[in-house]
């Protein structure tokens, strides 16, 4: 079992899917993680099997709430590496025309999927030095216009221009958005219900692109996870 904790990093929603994915490759590598998900069972099933390669504190909660992205960063302790803003939510399924979005969904929304990230990445920035790394995990609806998802995109495209600013503000750090393209995963199937979306990649496909951005030295910016993958699989390929 890995015990190099020189590096921190705070992963939001990673009881399972990318973010749990995401952790699995991060502790295989020695990183010290703080995740948190909503539901604790699930969490604590990832913490444990998480605890057989690195160090891990699991924290169940909602981003949303305040007093629980406190808790994160203070988990975290005196130094943040790294702060991936996986944790979202998607708003009524089936995805309703704009006519029909409820606005006390679409509310909740904006508060999971923009202002907690920019809640929590203001926490994170006094204990983040030069060189650390945000990655607000975005979508392809940020950027596309596609029936039924006004609510969830423009969440999305809300926190990609939140990225960017913090970009131009903060060039001593990285700071990325990240499309990791379609998964299989159970967001996805909501979105889609009764669908079969089985031929969606598992979430693991996105790591590769994920791991590129945090351990190689890419300009801050918006990134695809499967060009990324790509590029990390040829840099390989050249240095052997």
Same mark, same amino acid.
């Given at each position: ?67 629980? &992205? ?99 503000? &903060? ?8 499309? /990791?393209?379609?998964? &299989? ?15 969606? /990649? /598992? ?18 910016? &918006? ?18």
């Amino acid at each position: 079992m890995s015990r190099t904790t020189s590096k921190t990093a705070i992963v939001t929603g990673a009881s399972r899917g990318l973010g749990l994915a995401l952790a699995r490759a991060l502790g295989e590598r020695g990183w010290r993680l703080v995740i948190d998900a909503r539901g604790s069972e699930e969490l604590e099933r990832a913490r444990l099997e998480l605890t057989e390669l690195t160090e891990v504190a699991a924290l169940a909660g909602d981003v949303a709430d305040e007093w629980h &992205r406190t808790a994160l960063v203070e988990e975290a302790g005196g130094r943040i590496d790294l702060l991936v803003n996986n944790a979202s939510a998607l708003g009524p399924s089936p995805l309703p025309p704009v006519a029909e979005l409820p606005l006390e969904r679409y509310e909740q929304v904006l508060r999971v999927n923009a202002v907690a990230p920019l809640g929590l990445t203001q926490r994170v920035l006094a204990r983040m030095s030069a060189g650390g790394r945000i990655v607000n995990v975005t979508s392809d609806a940020a950027v596309e216009a596609y029936e039924g998802w006004a609510g969830y995109g423009s969440s999305k495209a809300a926190l990609e221009q939140i990225t960017r600013v913090l970009a131009a503000e &903060r060039p001593d750090l990285r700071v990325y958005v990240l499309d /990791p393209g379609d998964m &299989r995963t159970r967001m996805h199937q909501d979105a889609f219900p009764g669908e079969d979306i089985s031929d969606r /990649p /598992p979430p693991e496909e996105s790591v590769p692109g994920l791991l590129e951005l945090i351990e190689a030295d890419l300009p801050s910016g &918006r990134y695809a996870a499967r060009e990324l993958a790509e590029r990390r699989s040829q840099t390989a390929g050249a240095s052997t």
